[in-house]
């Protein structure tokens, strides 16, 4: 191995133009770690708003390497580790840093091997958007016979909660902004399709409202859900929560379910559990993007445009 590695900075809060391509100490496993020669990077909307206020679930101080989630070929272990691993394609989280690199040393423990049949590109865009979209379906409980809504059903997390509800005997009504975004939740068998940017949107009532966009969208959709209904939100692609009344969904009968915090442990399983419905053809996800390395900072501002159709991912090598 060489002294350095190709990687991304962020150079200091801000616009995407503070991704700036260069070199970064070449990793080393320590105990307990496995060395990751990293082909895709994962990009998410949570890095984008990190990176451009510094709030989030991530503590780094600029200059230094975003990226929460990598997948490549195990190259080394560290003492501790099976050395089985090495060889292995695997994805994995990384702790909040390091990802946008050639190379990145990972805890072994989070370490998920892709099965065979499952490309790589395919196990990232699953890591986290994978993960997310079944955790939210195991919150809200069963969904078969129930009408269900998705909201920004064309991003990374929406495309996946359609085919998941879908599975799980849900009647699946996709919410996306304009007519391509459209055709691409139908695509993944959406029962019925609406744009939520034309006002005055609506649908026939609905049990179950997935909302990964808040703001006045999630507050339209709340208002179509029947007593009895639940209500997940996750994101907050419009730049704020849903900000639903807790007082007004007890008097409509509706729950405002909150999705809980996992375990490093259940994160894992989640992993290993989506994959396993990319294996046996239930999910696929949708990758509309990809970067090389060096261009992470456009691959941010398109994140950032709402341009994006499912995953955008950074190709590595």
Do not use: C
Request: charge should be negative.
């Amino acid at each position: 191995m060489g002294d350095a590695v190709r990687a991304v900075w962020m150079r200091e809060f801000g616009g995407p133009e503070v991704l700036v391509a260069g070199e970064a100490p070449d990793p080393e496993a320590g105990p307990g770690q496995a060395l990751v020669e990293v082909a895709y990077a994962n990009t998410t909307f949570v890095e984008t708003q990190y990176r451009r206020t510094g709030q989030g679930p991530f503590r780094l101080e600029p200059p230094a390497i975003l990226g929460n989630g990598v997948g490549g070929v195990v190259t080394r272990v560290g003492a501790g580790v099976d050395p089985a691993l090495v060889g292995q394609r695997v994805i994995t989280s990384t702790g909040g840093r390091g990802g946008y690199a050639e190379r990145v040393a990972v805890d072994a423990a989070g370490v998920v091997v892709v099965p065979d049949g499952v490309p790589l590109d395919t196990a990232v865009a699953l890591l986290a958007d994978g993960r997310t979209a079944l955790l939210n379906l195991r919150t809200v409980g069963d969904v078969a016979g129930q009408r269900v809504l998705v909201l920004a059903a064309a991003g990374g997390v929406g495309t996946l909660l359609v085919q998941l509800a879908r599975a799980a005997g849900a009647t699946v009504v996709g919410a996306a902004g304009g007519a391509e975004k459209g055709e691409v939740v139908r695509g993944l068998g959406a029962d019925e399709v609406v744009d939520y940017t034309v006002p005055g949107w609506t649908t026939d009532p609905v049990d179950v409202v997935f909302d990964g966009v808040g703001g006045p969208t999630a507050r339209a959709a709340f208002e179509l859900l029947r007593p009895g209904g639940r209500m997940l939100s996750y994101g907050l692609a419009s730049g704020e929560w849903a900000g639903v009344d807790p007082d007004r969904a007890a008097e409509r009968g509706v729950t405002l379910v909150q999705g809980g915090r996992p375990t490093p442990e259940e994160l894992t399983d989640l992993v290993t559990s989506v994959l396993r419905h990319a294996a046996d053809g239930t999910v696929r996800p949708v990758i509309g993007q990809r970067f090389p390395l060096d261009r992470a900072a456009d691959a941010h501002a398109a994140i950032e445009s709402r341009a994006t159709i499912g995953k955008t991912l950074l190709e590595v090598r």
